[in-house]
């Protein structure tokens, strides 16, 4: 089968430095993971997959953050699964918390209408702060300065394949600045005035919108957002688009505005409006050859020579990528 988006892909499977056989020493990488004392053994479960199907070849560093202090157990039964390094933070105050010119007596009525509307984590406070973490602070948390790539990791995802290369590398090679491996629709409910909030920053600071950029993306006419957008569960890309001025302008802007509490803006969106306004499409890559499984949707290759090769083990017949709700398809019929 033909596939809609091979013309305009940069496969990094074609790259034979990439290869670990060939280029195995790291660069300034780190993966990310934002959890709970709770999800220990999802985590440990994830974190075998990922170490077998890619790490374990690299031995890139973790970031364990938490809103609070992680167990001695955590810690003990999380560090024995890897031979990397692994760091533990705290995430400070005002980094999971609310901002002095948040109404918190309007922000728990909104939860409780949402609620009551049956919207997905409407009536969840922690979910809102877990949601501005990721969109404004993670980049900046003292453990991760001095890094300049990220992979995010969860507990509970699966990885499908193998990957033999450094995607970290390969995004440095060819000055790409992030990548993503399933895309979707967002719930209308949860971002009522997200794109109001955007328009509203996008003409105060047209400097910072870029004239080539790949906001068809996400609106079409630019009067209505659709929805479209990188699904944040996963995540490998430079830190420092997040730490730029003109990201940090976006994040404030919309931080003001209070729709992280008032309405339930996820960092998805909010991540993948700044780089559509932002960056231009070469920018941003497709991983197609990272199987990926975060419940309930995942991506699988379709090509053989995946499965051929015994690289992945999933049935590319449950590809979210052509099933309605996806955005992927959109992304390279641009
Ligand atoms: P979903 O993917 O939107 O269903 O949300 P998740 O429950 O998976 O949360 C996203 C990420 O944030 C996961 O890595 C969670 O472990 C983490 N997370 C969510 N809420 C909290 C929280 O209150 N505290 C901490 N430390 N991590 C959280
Ligand atoms: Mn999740």
Not at 104 to 128: C, H, L, P, W
Not at 164 to 177: E, K, L
Not at 245 to 271: I, S, T
């Amino acid at each position: 089968r033909q596939l809609f988006f091979e013309t305009q892909y940069i496969d990094p499977l074609k790259d034979p430095s990439l290869n670990y056989r060939n280029n195995n020493t790291r660069v300034n990488g780190v993966i990310i993971v934002l959890v709970r004392n709770a999800e220990l053994h999802a985590l440990r479960e994830t974190m075998v997959h990922f170490e077998d199907r890619w790490n374990k070849k690299y031995h890139y560093p973790y970031v364990f953050l938490n809103d609070e202090d992680f167990t001695e157990e955590f810690k003990k039964l999380v560090s024995i699964i890897t031979d990397s390094e692994t760091f533990y933070g705290k995430i400070p105050k005002r980094m999971w918390g609310y901002p002095h010119w948040i109404n918190q007596t309007k922000a728990a009525e909104s939860r409780k209408d949402m609620e009551s509307k049956n919207v997905i984590y409407g009536g969840s406070e922690s979910y809102r702060h877990m949601c501005r973490f990721n969109s404004g602070f993670f980049f900046r948390h003292e453990l991760i300065e001095k890094y300049d790539f990220y992979w995010r990791l969860e507990p509970g995802v699966e990885f499908l394949c193998d990957i033999d290369y450094d995607p970290f590398r390969f995004i440095q090679n060819n000055n790409i600045t992030y990548g993503f491996t399933i895309s979707l629709l967002e719930l209308p409910e949860t971002i009522p005035t997200l794109w109001k909030t955007v328009t509203e920053f996008s003409k105060k600071y047209p400097q910072y919108i870029n004239k080539r950029s790949v906001s068809r993306f996400i609106s079409s006419s630019g009067a209505t957002y659709n929805g479209c957008h990188f699904w944040s569960n996963f995540e490998i890309g430079n830190l420092n688009f997040w730490r730029s001025e003109r990201y940090l302008k976006f994040f404030n802007y919309l931080d003001q505005a209070g729709g992280f509490f008032y309405e339930r803006w996820g960092d998805a969106p909010v991540h993948s409006i700044a780089l559509a306004l932002f960056l231009e499409k070469s920018q941003i890559h497709f991983f197609n050859d990272i199987g990926y499984k975060h419940s309930p949707f995942q991506h699988c290759p379709i090509e053989k020579k995946f499965h051929e090769s015994g690289k992945c083990y999933c049935d590319p017949t449950e590809n979210f990528d052509v099933t309605y709700g996806s955005c992927t398809k959109n992304w390279f019929a641009l």
